[in-house]
């Protein structure tokens, strides 16, 4: 549900907080007041197009922020908002926003994340539907109305199946035209692959050697460096005349006369013995060292090769040797389809075969089963739409097929909802025909339209919020009151946000507010305001023309069957 909707610097707004509450929720006022105001801001915060002059007067910026209370967020709309990068609801609220500045600079941002105003509108979709004179109206769409008529017959398992086929032979055909390709085309593709596969595949390729080569190869090209080195450090060790361990026993030497002259220096000549050895121990070690390295030209070359090999390898078919065996993997199940393309292209037909039959089969039999549910649906939508004055009016729904020959015709490709194409008419006078509810040109007529299909399928349809604008246009007497019973039952499963002129049908409502237009420091804006019961009463004396004590009783009528309830 909707929960806040807040506007600062809309027309004659200038800084107004709307909290709604679950149910039905009407708002009244004379005309002219700013009632209007409530729905330009949601069209904007939904992704309309913003008139930069619908900024207020002296203000540089127009901001709408929508607040939403989603206690089950729909699925669909939770991969749509992860899709497009926007952080996920905390403490189940949506929250919508939308600025623009007299400059053109526009911004729009949902849950704090900054998006486009495409994704605003396709969020709007799935959580507001409005009725009137607006563009908001998803039971206007052919392909929303056919959902709710399958929603409405419990066809949606069928649909879904139906779906499914569609996916599966969109996969076959793009595996099929993998393979249908030009006699040069497929010399050229095998030959490619076949050079890829085998070039891949001779290297004997391991994920982990390159690592290990390449100190390898360090190593055996410093080879004759290492055996220099090592060499010096013997000399400087053991082998020269002025060497350390000759030095080192002169040492030795001196430090045996000194303990023979003093035995409390004993501990000089252990010391000196330590050393020597760790000496000795280094002389044997490097020796052993300078043993192993070896200056093979031969094997140089070849370290300097595989490692050249394997940087061809790597710059041709991925960025690690990981990669370049993914890729010569990928090569030859490529290369052994395409030599197997006959017996491929054989199982494939085949099994394209089938899933045309069974989409044949499967949208035959979503097709018959919807011809059932059109005239229960039309026949529950006519009812309701003569307790809203339509007395002689009929909603007809027209379902066109496909026949066996279109759909057989190559070229046919049915979409994921069916072989139908669906439209809701509606017949308003005896003798007129039906038209597209698209068509219909009254605004009031529309409204009660909608006012009564939503009624039917309020248990199906899944839109959270219902706004409703104009229902009451060219409504009276007891149609009036029949249009206040409709959105309070609609209200039973949906938030209704209804904008009347009517005390019936705002009477109806569980919470009503009040647009009121003031003149504060010399400039005039509109503010809103929730009605207790008194003042209720007052504003519905008002709607039915006056504040007599006539009118006020009246009011006071109106509200006792919500009272009761």
Not at 127 to 133: A, E, S
Not at 457 to 468: K, N, R, W, Y
Not at 496 to 525: E, M, N, S, Y
């Amino acid at each position: 549900m909707l929960t806040t909707l807040r506007i600062k610097n809309l027309a004659l707004v200038s800084d107004l907080t709307l909290e709604l509450l679950p149910g039905y929720n009407a708002i009244t006022g004379e005309t002219g007041a700013g009632k209007s105001i409530i729905i330009g801001a949601l069209n904007l915060v939904l992704g309309e197009r913003a008139d930069r002059q619908l900024i207020r007067s002296g203000a540089d910026s127009c901001s709408v922020e929508a607040v939403f209370d989603l206690p089950a967020i729909r699925p669909e709309l939770a991969t749509l908002l992860e899709e497009n990068g926007v952080e996920p609801c905390e403490g189940a609220q949506l929250v919508l926003k939308r600025t623009f500045t007299a400059a053109g600079a526009n911004r729009q941002f949902v849950n704090g994340s900054p998006t486009t105003l495409a994704l605003l509108g396709s969020i709007g979709q799935w959580l507001v539907d409005m009725h009137g004179p607006h563009d908001h109206q998803s039971l206007l769409q052919p392909t929303r109305q056919l959902a709710i008529l399958d929603a409405f017959g419990g066809l949606v398992a069928q649909r879904e199946l139906f779906a499914q086929l569609v996916r599966r032979r969109v996969e076959l055909e793009t595996e099929k035209a993998a393979l249908i390709i030009d006699d040069r085309t497929y010399a050229q593709q095998l030959e490619l692959l076949r050079h890829q596969a085998t070039e891949i595949t001779a290297a004997k390729l391991h994920p982990d050697e390159e690592a290990a080569l390449e100190q390898e190869f360090h190593r055996a090209s410093n080879s004759a460096r290492l055996l220099q080195l090592a060499q010096s450090a013997l000399n400087l060790l053991g082998e020269d005349d002025n060497s350390l361990l000759t030095q080192l026993g002169a040492v030795g030497r001196l430090l045996q006369e000194i303990q023979r002259i003093d035995s409390a220096a004993a501990p000089l000549a252990q010391t000196h013995e330590s050393a020597a050895s760790t000496l000795h121990d280094l002389q044997t070690v490097l020796t052993r060292y300078a043993d192993r390295v070896e200056v093979d030209p031969a094997r140089l070359q070849e370290m300097e090769e595989r490692l050249n090999l394997l940087h061809s390898l790597k710059r041709k078919y991925g960025g690690s040797l990981a990669d370049v065996i993914a890729f010569g993997d990928e090569s030859r199940r490529k290369l052994a389809s395409l030599e197997q393309r006959e017996a491929e292209l054989a199982r494939l037909h085949a099994a394209l075969d089938q899933v045309k039959a069974e989409l044949w089969r499967a949208g035959s039999d979503l097709s018959a089963r919807r011809r059932k549910v059109i005239p229960k649906l039309a026949k529950a939508a006519t009812r309701q739409l003569e307790d809203l004055g339509f007395q002689q009016s009929q909603l007809d729904i027209a379902l066109k097929g496909v026949s066996a020959e279109e759909f057989a015709h190559p070229d046919f490709r049915p979409a994921s909802t069916g072989l139908d194409v669906i439209e809701f008419q509606f017949a308003p006078n005896p003798g007129e025909p039906a038209r597209p509810l698209r068509a219909i040109a009254s605004s009031g007529e529309m409204a009660r339209v909608m006012l009564a299909l939503k009624t039917v399928l309020a248990s199906e349809d899944e839109v959270p919020v219902l706004i409703f604008d104009e229902v009451d246009a060219n409504v009276g007497g007891e149609t009036a009151n029949a249009v206040g019973d409709k959105m309070r039952q609609i209200a039973r499963q949906h938030q209704v946000l209804c904008i009347t002129h009517l005390a019936p049908v705002a009477a109806a409502a569980a919470t009503h507010f009040v647009v009121l237009k003031q003149i504060k420091d010399g400039r005039t804006v509109s503010q809103i305001q929730r009605l207790e019961k008194p003042a209720r009463i007052t504003e519905l004396a008002r709607m039915l023309g006056g504040h007599s004590d006539a009118a006020r009783q009246h009011a006071e009528a109106l509200l006792q069957p919500v009272v009761s309830k």
